[in-house]
C-alpha cells in the first residue's frame, strides 16, 4: 500500500559514520535469524525484535519514528550452497558469504498505519532500504578489525636518513650477514645490512642478529624482506621505540637499495599473524581424560559469548560477574528502561547482557558450530556477540576502544568504575557495592611509638604472589623421576598458598617516615589488615616479574581448594586504648602507594622518581606512572628531592568553580567534584582519580539533597564481624607468555541440572564441564570468592 509517512518522514541513506544495527536487537540478542526478524528504524537505524518480545514497537512509541525495514534471515539447505571460497593466510579470513548462506526476506512497515506493510518502491525508499543493507554493522565491523593491528608511522620511519646508496646483490638477500639463516631476514633500511630476528612463535627461527646490529650502529628502522607485498605493506619494525610501526615512503627507501617493491612476492608470515596464530593456539582442555570431546552444557546460565576476535578478556570476566547473585539480581529484570539509544545506554546493555546469559533462552545447539572436525555430532552454541557492550564500554579509553587483546584484571576495574558511575534507578543498588570494603593502614613511629590509622575503601585486591625458583638440580632429579621434557628448559617454580599471598600482603613491613611527633625523618612500621570484608572479594594474583622493562608472566601454581576457608586472622584488630596517635599534620603530606612503587622499583626506576610519578598521576595506576616516568626521563630536576606537600589550589578554602565545572560535565555532583579538589589539592586529574576510588563519597555538603552532620560517623562498606568464611566463585585463567596476548577463559561452579553443583568452563561460545579444573585453580589470573552465608 501507499503510505503518506513516507514522504513526510524524509529518510536519508545511512551515512557512513552511522551504526546500523540490522543484526541484533538493541535491548536484547533476538535477531534476523528468529522467525519474526528484526525491524530496522528507518529514521534513526535502530535494530528492534519483531518477535514476542517486540522492542521495535517500544522503540516506536518512545521516538515515534513511523517507518522501519523488517530484515528475516534463513538459512538455505546444504545442498543449495555454493562451494566457499578457499581460505587464504592474510589477515582477511575467507567464508562461505551471507548470499551462499542464507535468503535474506525484507519488508517495509509502517506503524502509523497499523503495522501494514508499505510499497518499498515509494519515493527514496529503495535508496534507504539499499544504504540499510549494505552498510557496515557494529558486529561486522568489530570482526573485521578484530584481526588488524593498529600501526603508526614514528619519527625514526618519519626521518630516516639512508646512506650512499647500492644495489644489493640477490645473493646478499639470501643469508643473515652474521650467519646461515636464510629466513625471518631483516634489512636495515639505513645502512642495507641484511640480519636475521628474534626467534618467532610456531619454530621460526632466528639470532637476534638484526637487533645486534642496531645496538652496534644504532641504525633504528628495518623491514623483513619476506613480508613484502608487491601492494607496498611489510613489517617495518623500529628497534628504537620497540615496536613495529609503518614507513609512509616504504616503496622508495626499498628503490633507494636497488629493490622493486613491485617485484616482490611475501613468502613469510607478518608479526600479526604470527601473533594471531598463537593467540589461537592456546587451548584449553576440551576434552576428557580418555580423550573424548566434552559435552557441550545448555540451559539457564548457561549462554557462550561470541570471540570478536581479541575479546575473550571481556568474555571471562562478564561470565563471572553475571554468575554472582547480586549482578543477576540487578540487571536480570523484566522491564527495560526507556531509552532513545539503547545501544548508547549502559544500564540498557548491562540488562541485555543478563537476559542473554541467564535466561537460556540463546543456549541452544547450532549445526554450524561442531566441537572439532572429528567430532562432528557434538555440536556447540553459536554464541551471543557482545559487540555493543564492548563497543559502548570502549568509548574513549586508549586501550578498550581497540582490538587488541587487553589485561582482564583491568577490564574488571574499568566495568566497575563505569558501573559506580552510572544511573542505578529507583531503589536500584550499584552491584559493586558487595565487592567494595574498608582496608585500615596502620603506621606506627618507630622512634616515639606513636600510631596514625588510615581507611581506603576498595573494591578489589591485588597480591603478591612469591616466586621460589626450583634449583637445577632438583630439576635434574624430575626429569629422570618422568618429568616432562618440554620443562626442561622451563623456570619451575615452588608451590604456595593463597593464605601465603594474603600473609605477604598484610605483613609488617619498614618504610621511611617523616615524623611530625618526633620532627625528623624516621623509620615506621606499617601494616594493611581488613577493616571490613565485602560479600565478594575479587583478587588478582600478581604472577609477573620484570624482564628488561616487560612484564614476564611466571607459573606459580598457587593452591586454593573448593572448602571455605576463614578470613578472620587478616581482620584488622580494636584499636588498644593506651596507645598514643600521632598529631595530624597541618597539611597530611603525600604517601605514595608502597606495592606500586615496589612495582616501579622493580623495572629499574629509583625510589624518588617512582614517588614522583605516583605524585603526579594520583597515586593509583602503575601504568600512568611509567607513562609519566618515560614522558619526563630528561628532566634536568628528575631525581632532585622535592617536597610532597599537597598542591594549594588558588581558590583557596573553595576550589575553583570552573574545575567543578569539569568535574560536574563528567557526571559527578558539585558535592562530589568540591570534595576531590579539596581532597588533591585542586589538581583536576587526580580529582577524577580520587573519585573514582570513593565512588560512595557523595561529597562534604550535601548527600541526594540532604545535609550532612560533619561529626556523625561514616558507614563503610562490607561487614567487620567473625566469623568470615569465604569460598571460590570462579576464576578466569589465561594462557600465553603475557597479559596482554593469550587467551582467557573462565570456570564458575554452578549448579547443573542432574549435575549437581559442578566447575563449568566458559571458553568463548563453548560451554562445558571442567575437566581440569584442579590445575587450572593453580596458575588463574583473578580469583572471586564469595562469602558464606
Not at 519514528?65 to 589477515?91: C, D, F, G, M, V
Not at 607496498?232 to 617493491?261: F, M, P, R, S
Not at 549502559?346 to 566441537?371: C, I
Not at 616501579?600 to 594520583?618: I, Q, S, V
Amino acid at each position: 500500500m501507499n503510505c503518506q509517512h513516507v514522504s513526510a518522514s524524509r529518510l536519508t541513506p545511512p551515512r557512513a559514520s552511522q551504526a546500523v544495527h540490522r543484526e541484533d536487537c538493541t535491548q536484547c540478542f533476538d535477531g534476523i535469524d528468529d522467525p519474526e526478524g528484526l525491524n530496522v528504524c528507518l529514521s534513526c537505524f535502530n535494530g528492534g525484535c519483531a518477535g514476542e518480545r517486540n522492542h521495535a514497537l517500544l522503540h516506536h512509541k518512545l521516538s515515534q519514528h513511523p517507518l522501519t525495514l523488517n530484515i528475516r534471515r534463513t538459512k538455505k539447505p546444504r545442498a543449495e550452497r555454493a562451494e566457499p571460497p578457499k581460505k587464504i593466510s592474510k589477515l582477511v579470513i575467507e567464508a562461505e558469504s551471507e548470499n551462499d548462506k542464507y535468503d535474506t526476506h525484507t519488508a517495509v512497515i509502517c506503524y502509523m498505519c497499523g503495522g501494514k506493510e508499505v510499497e518499498r518502491t515509494v519515493g527514496n525508499l529503495p535508496e534507504v532500504i539499499d544504504g540499510v543493507m549494505k552498510a557496515m554493522t557494529f558486529a561486522r565491523q568489530t570482526e573485521v578489525q578484530a584481526w588488524e593491528q593498529e600501526m603508526t608511522p614514528c619519527e625514526h620511519t618519519l626521518c630516516l636518513q639512508q646512506e650512499v646508496p647500492r644495489k644489493l646483490e640477490s645473493q646478499n638477500l639470501a643469508t643473515c650477514s652474521a650467519c646461515d639463516l636464510q629466513e625471518n631476514l631483516w634489512l636495515c633500511l639505513q645502512c642495507g645490512n641484511l640480519g636475521c630476528g628474534r626467534a618467532q612463535f610456531g619454530g621460526v627461527g632466528g639470532s637476534s642478529h638484526g637487533l645486534a646490529h642496531f645496538d652496534a650502529t644504532h641504525h633504528p628502522v628495518s623491514v623483513k624482506l619476506g613480508s613484502i607485498t608487491p601492494e607496498g605493506t611489510a613489517d617495518v619494525y623500529c628497534y628504537a621505540c620497540d615496536d613495529e610501526k609503518t614507513d609512509t615512503e616504504l616503496a622508495a627507501h626499498l628503490a633507494y637499495w636497488g629493490i622493486n617493491i613491485a617485484e616482490r612476492e611475501k613468502t613469510e608470515k607478518s608479526l600479526t599473524e604470527m601473533q594471531i596464530e598463537q593467540n589461537m593456539r592456546w587451548e584449553f582442555s576440551m576434552t576428557s581424560e580418555d580423550g573424548k570431546e566434552l559435552e557441550p552444557l545448555m540451559g539457564k546460565g548457561l549462554t557462550g559469548l561470541k570471540n570478536l576476535g581479541n575479546s575473550c578478556y571481556l568474555a571471562s570476566i562478564l561470565q563471572c560477574l553475571f554468575a554472582l547473585p547480586v549482578f543477576e539480581k540487578r540487571y536480570n529484570l523484566p522491564d527495560l528502561p526507556e531509552s532513545l539509544a539503547p545501544a548508547d545506554d549502559l544500564e540498557t546493555q548491562l540488562r541485555k547482557l543478563a537476559d542473554g546469559l541467564l535466561s537460556g533462552r540463546y543456549s541452544r545447539p547450532d549445526p554450524d558450530v561442531a566441537a572439532s572436525e572429528y567430532s562432528p555430532e557434538i555440536q556447540h552454541q553459536r554464541g551471543l556477540a557482545p559487540a555493543m557492550f564492548k563497543a559502548l564500554i570502549g568509548k574513549g579509553h586508549e586501550e578498550f576502544s581497540t582490538m587488541r587483546q587487553q589485561d582482564a584484571f583491568e577490564l574488571l576495574l574499568h566495568l566497575f568504575k563505569l558501573i559506580s558511575r552510572s544511573h542505578h534507578p529507583g531503589d536500584l543498588e550499584d552491584p559493586v557495592s558487595e565487592f567494595r570494603f574498608a582496608l585500615e593502614q596502620r603506621l606506627q613511629c618507630m622512634g616515639c611509638g606513636k600510631v596514625r590509622y588510615r581507611t581506603d575503601i576498595q573494591d578489589n585486591m591485588s597480591v603478591p604472589v612469591p616466586a621460589k625458583r626450583i634449583p637445577t638440580e632438583s630439576l635434574d632429579v624430575k626429569m629422570r623421576e618422568g618429568g616432562n621434557e618440554k620443562d626442561k628448559n622451563k623456570d619451575v617454580f615452588e608451590p604456595v598458598t593463597i593464605k601465603e599471598c594474603l600473609d605477604i600482603f598484610t605483613a609488617v613491613e619498614i618504610v621511611g617516615f617523616n615524623c611530625p611527633s618526633c620532627g625528623k625523618n624516621a623509620k615506621a612500621t606499617k601494616r594493611h589488615a581488613f577493616k571490613t570484608l565485602p560479600e565478594v572479594l575479587a583478587v588478582n594474583a600478581r604472577r609477573f616479574e620484570y624482564i628488561n622493562w616487560v612484564p614476564t608472566k611466571l607459573d606459580v601454581p598457587v593452591a586454593v581448594g573448593d572448602e571455605p576457608f576463614l578470613l578472620d586472622d587478616y581482620l584488622a584488630k580494636p584499636h588498644s586504648a593506651d596507645e598514643e596517635l600521632l598529631p595530624e599534620d597541618e597539611e597530611p603530606g603525600f604517601q605514595a602507594d608502597e606495592g606500586i612503587v615496589g612495582q616501579l622499583e622493580a623495572m629499574g626506576f629509583p625510589r624518588m622518581r617512582a614517588e614522583k610519578a605516583l605524585y603526579h598521576t594520583g597515586n593509583k595506576d602503575s601504568e600512568a606512572a611509567m607513562n609519566w616516568l618515560f614522558a619526563h626521563m630528561d628532566d634536568p630536576d628528575i631525581d632532585a628531592q622535592m617536597s610532597f606537600a599537597p598542591k594549594k589550589d588558588s581558590a583557596g578554602t573553595e576550589p575553583d568553580e570552573e574545575k567543578v565545572s569539569m568535574l560536574g560535565a563528567m557526571g559527578f555532583t558539585a558535592s562530589q567534584a568540591k570534595k576531590a579538589l579539596k581532597e588533591t589539592g585542586g589538581d583536576v586529574e587526580r580529582a577524577v582519580e580520587w573519585l573514582f576510588s570513593h565512588p560512595d563519597d557523595m561529597g562534604d555538603d550535601e548527600v541526594m539533597g540532604e545535609s550532612v552532620d560533619p561529626c556523625a560517623p561514616k558507614k563503610e562498606p562490607g561487614r567487620g564481624e567473625k566469623p568470615a568464611p569465604f569460598e571460590l566463585h570462579s576464576i578466569v585463567c589465561h594462557k600465553g607468555g603475557s597479559i596482554h596476548a593469550g587467551h582467557y577463559v573462565a570456570f564458575i561452579r554452578k549448579d547443573v541440572e542432574g549435575e549437581g553443583k559442578v566447575w563449568v568452563l566458559f571458553n568463548d561460545e563453548k560451554v562445558v564441564k571442567a575437566s581440569d579444573v584442579g590445575e587450572m585453580k593453580k596458575f588463574a589470573y583473578v580469583y572471586f570468592f564469595k562469602r558464606c552465608n
